[in-house]
């Protein structure tokens, strides 16, 4: 399928980048593992001198499998990554890792999830087993049904290899199928990710990579929001012949249903109702004071918010500076936009013009 192909994990190290570093110490573990399973292949079928397994043998031999070690730990790292759990998806990654994750905003948290499933918006996820007792994760969403079969673990000591294989379930052409080994390593007692194939997952290193490609794009974003927000307050000082008293009075209009006479309520269409409170001229996240990594503020500039004389300063800053965003954007009261580092602070009429 065009989508999991454009999105197969070969795209994911690209993405990821130079933060996906070539450790050769997992080359030489790859290279002295022991396996520990009846079979290290997603597809292989269970061993049997005579008649198929019954259900209940088969539901033995997967309880057998994955009630503890990698094979469940992957499991539940896919379950979680398919439905963006970001707390579940924490509970599997090294110490130094998580602390990373956890740092990371919430959309570089998402980005990276989604790339373990290739699916771009969370899906329904299960869980059940091949007949082999081997895991078998799907994660189901409107558009696309994705299935990563896990093959048996080969376990040396406290690392251990899993070979997965990634498909569209609706695939029978195989032509969407990507095969993958990943690493996990032991750490207090439980199974972390560890690696992608021959690359060690090192989020630490991730964290300032996706830091610095986020912050261009909320400076950008932020900039563009302070405009739409100067336009708003003038659209709004057209309306109601005054400034906002803050940025909430140009949210979204709450919807009211006209009264109708021989018409029931539930039947006639809500439709906003603009008023002084509520002029909808803006999305919730900005008139809530707080959008794509910044936050956004108005001060009255002058005595009086009335009429065309009445002045306005809007600014911008970054709500974790370093991480969402350096530069602050001011609006000063004649209208011309500024931009500086002032480490998080509020900018001024004095930084240079954008």
């Known amino acids: 399928m065009p989508f999991l192909?454009?999105?197969?994990?070969?795209?994911?190290?690209?993405?990821?980048?130079?933060?996906?570093?070539?450790?050769?110490?997992?080359?030489?573990?790859?290279?002295?593992?022991?396996?520990?399973?009846?079979?290290?292949?997603?597809e292989d079928q269970a061993q049997s001198t005579g008649a198929p397994k019954s259900m209940d043998a088969l539901?033995?031999?997967?309880?057998?499998?994955?009630a503890s070690g990698p094979s469940a730990a992957l499991r539940d790292v896919l379950l979680a990554a398919c439905s963006q759990d970001g707390a579940g998806f924490s509970r599997f990654l090294?110490?130094?890792?998580?602390?990373?994750?956890?740092?990371?905003?919430?959309?570089?948290?998402?980005?990276?999830?989604?790339?373990?499933?290739?699916?771009?918006?969370?899906?329904?996820?299960?869980?059940?087993?091949?007949?082999?007792?081997?895991?078998?994760?799907?994660?189901?969403?409107?558009?696309?049904?994705?299935?990563?079969?896990?093959?048996?673990?080969?376990?040396?000591?406290?690392?251990?290899?899993?070979?997965?294989?990634?498909?569209d379930a609706n695939d029978s052409t195989n032509v969407s199928v990507h095969q993958v080994n990943?690493?996990?390593?032991?750490?207090?007692?439980?199974?972390r990710l560890l690696s992608l194939g021959l690359l060690l997952l090192d989020l630490p290193a991730l964290e300032v990579e996706w830091d610095s490609a986020e912050s261009d794009a909320n400076e950008s974003n932020a900039l563009d929001n302070l405009k739409k927000l100067a336009e708003a307050v003038e659209v709004y000082r057209r309306t109601y012949?005054?400034?906002?008293?803050?940025?909430?009075?140009?949210?979204?209009?709450?919807?009211?249903?006209?009264?109708?006479?021989?018409?029931?309520a539930k039947s006639?269409?809500?439709?906003?109702?603009?008023?002084?409170?509520?002029?909808?001229?803006?999305?919730?996240?900005?008139?809530?004071?707080?959008?794509?990594?910044?936050?956004?503020?108005?001060v009255i500039a002058g005595a009086s918010?009335?009429?065309?004389?009445?002045?306005?300063?809007?600014?911008?800053?970054?709500s974790a500076y370093g991480r969402t965003g350096k530069k602050s954007f001011f609006r000063d009261s004649d209208g011309t936009f500024h931009a500086g580092d002032h480490q998080g602070a509020v900018g001024s009429r004095s930084d240079p013009t954008v």
């Open 182 to 191: 990943m690493g996990m390593v032991r750490e207090d007692g439980q199974w």
């Open 268 to 298: 006639i269409p809500a439709t906003p109702a603009a008023t002084h409170e509520a002029a909808g001229l803006v999305d919730s996240d900005l008139a809530s004071g707080s959008k794509d990594g910044y936050i956004f503020r108005i």
């Open 59 to 66: 539901a033995t031999a997967a309880r057998s499998v994955e």
């Open 94 to 167: 090294t110490a130094r890792s998580r602390q990373s994750f956890e740092r990371l905003t919430p959309a570089a948290r998402v980005a990276l999830m989604k790339r373990f499933v290739l699916l771009n918006v969370p899906g329904k996820a299960s869980a059940s087993a091949n007949p082999a007792g081997r895991p078998v994760v799907r994660c189901e969403t409107p558009d696309v049904t994705t299935e990563m079969s896990l093959g048996g673990a080969d376990v040396r000591d406290n690392v251990a290899f899993l070979p997965m294989e990634l498909r």
């Open 305 to 318: 918010a009335l009429g065309a004389p009445a002045k306005y300063e809007l600014a911008a800053t970054p």
């Open 241 to 264: 012949s005054s400034l906002p008293e803050s940025l909430t009075n140009l949210g979204p209009a709450p919807a009211v249903v006209p009264p109708k006479a021989g018409v029931a």
């Open 5 to 42: 192909r454009k999105n197969s994990l070969v795209y994911l190290f690209r993405t990821l980048g130079p933060a996906l570093l070539y450790t050769m110490s997992v080359i030489l573990l790859a290279g002295q593992v022991c396996g520990q399973e009846s079979s290290s292949r997603p």
